[in-house]
């Protein structure tokens, strides 16, 4: 019985790969909307990912810092 839905899976799957289109491929660009303010947002949202983790590691660093230079007091009286 198992082996019977892993075939019906796999000719499932053989018949979706036929029945794609890729002429629609060619058309794609018309839905993307591109346009000339299309480069900014992706060098904005770019900006913030890789900046975003950036910000985080200094924040969390001076954090955990200043925590550790408050531990040392406490152990040195």
């Not at 899976?9 to 979706?16: C, Q, S, V, Y």
């Not at 002429?23 to 660009?29: F, K, R």
Request: include cysteine.
């Amino acid at each position: 019985m198992n082996g019977l839905k892993q075939i019906r899976i796999i000719m499932l799957f053989m018949l979706t790969l036929c029945w794609a289109a890729p002429a629609w491929a060619v058309d794609s660009y018309r839905y993307l909307h591109v346009s000339i303010d299309t480069p900014w947002v992706i060098f904005v949202f770019l900006f913030f990912m890789v900046f975003a983790p950036m910000v985080l590691a200094v924040v969390l660093y001076w954090n955990y810092a200043l925590k550790k230079h408050e531990g040392d007091d406490e152990n040195d009286a």
